[in-house]
């Protein structure tokens, strides 16, 4: 695989995506309850809305290279346009999940569940 660095956004947000699911996902399934309940809680972490408040919780203790990797993602050109979200919300959210790609690829898994825990201590205040 080539340098993380040298990755576009597009595929740091592919990844970052998958990444985020699954720790949400991982997360929910603690509180052991039907699949269908877990899905429609899922869906309130996930969205661009939701991705963009996880994103103001965590922007604090980012370093700069991560919000450098963050700002990759954000000002990615997408074709997409937010259906529940504004599209400043979907670029915010953009650049999380190329947050979480970029961790991830890079083998930061202590940093990936460092961040997605400061975000679970916030996330319902």
């Given at each position: 695989?080539e340098?993380v660095?040298?990755l576009s956004?597009?595929?740091?947000?592919?990844?970052?995506?998958a990444?985020?699911g699954?720790l949400?996902?991982?997360?929910?399934?603690?509180?052991?309850?039907?699949?269908?309940?877990?899905?429609?809680?899922?869906?309130?972490?996930v969205?661009?809305?939701?991705q963009?408040?996880?994103?103001?919780?965590?922007e604090?203790?980012?370093?700069?290279d991560?919000?450098l990797?963050?700002?990759?993602?954000r000002?990615?050109h997408?074709?997409t346009?937010?259906?529940?979200?504004?599209?400043?919300?979907?670029?915010?959210?953009?650049?999380?999940?190329?947050?979480f790609?970029f961790?991830?690829?890079?083998?930061?898994?202590?940093?990936?569940?460092?961040?997605?825990?400061?975000?679970k201590?916030?996330?319902?205040?």
């Amino acid at each position: 695989m080539e340098s993380v660095n040298n990755l576009s956004p597009s595929v740091l947000c592919f990844v970052g995506d998958a990444v985020y699911g699954l720790l949400v996902r991982s997360h929910l399934a603690e509180i052991n309850r039907p699949s269908g309940q877990l899905h429609s809680e899922s869906v309130k972490w996930v969205s661009a809305t939701a991705q963009a408040r996880a994103y103001a919780v965590i922007e604090p203790h980012l370093t700069e290279d991560e919000i450098l990797i963050f700002k990759r993602g954000r000002n990615f050109h997408t074709s997409t346009t937010p259906k529940s979200a504004t599209k400043q919300e979907y670029h915010i959210a953009t650049g999380l999940e190329a947050l979480f790609g970029f961790l991830h690829l890079s083998g930061n898994i202590v940093r990936v569940n460092e961040l997605f825990g400061i975000i679970k201590e916030n996330f319902d205040r």
